[in-house]
């Protein structure tokens, strides 16, 4: 890799950090809103897409933390904590599979579909964990109400965004 190309990574890394730091801004003041909505995945996962697994994941390890560490929110334990675990994985998930499958369409929504699912999981596990280190508990309908059911607006739009912007870096990339 250049050090032009590792500039630019750079450079777009930090550009989707401040995003991830400033979209919950958006939702912010109705935490039920920023719950359906997920504001720090979409930039995480573009990341990931454009910048390479390595510095996706970085984001999204240190977004939440970076969040929680400043502005107290989310809460560190368990909640930002957890989100650092998945949101790495969505980043490390969406550019491995955008640099191991072709480059069709069909395998960009391939690669979104395995970092959404595959970090949805990671933050199963580490609620699960760190719930369980605490006493308390952390049930498959709990997992199924904060991975799947209260997230379904923000699933719906990571599906349609998420393609179109990578589509669009591509063609021009291309040009």
Request: glycine share 10%.
């Amino acid at each position: 890799m250049t050090n032009r190309n590792r500039t630019k990574r750079l450079v777009l890394s930090a550009l989707f950090l401040a995003l991830a730091y400033l979209l919950p801004f958006l939702t912010g003041q109705i935490p039920e809103i920023g719950n359906m909505l997920c504001p720090m995945h979409l930039p995480t996962l573009l990341c990931g897409f454009l910048c390479g697994w390595p510095w996706g994941l970085a984001v999204g390890f240190i977004a939440p933390i970076f969040r929680s560490l400043i502005l107290t929110m989310p809460p560190f334990f368990p909640k930002a904590l957890c989100m650092a675990f998945e949101l790495a994985a969505y980043g490390a998930i969406a550019g491995l599979g955008y640099k191991l499958f072709p480059r069709k369409k069909i395998f960009i929504y391939l690669s979104l579909l395995l970092a959404m699912i595959a970090g949805r999981l990671v933050w199963g596990a580490t609620m699960f964990l760190c719930l369980g280190a605490t006493g308390g508990g952390f049930t498959l309908a709990a997992f199924l109400a904060g991975a799947v059911t209260n997230a379904l607006p923000a699933i719906l739009i990571q599906l349609v965004l998420i393609p179109i912007l990578v589509m669009i870096a591509e063609r021009q990339k291309a040009e």
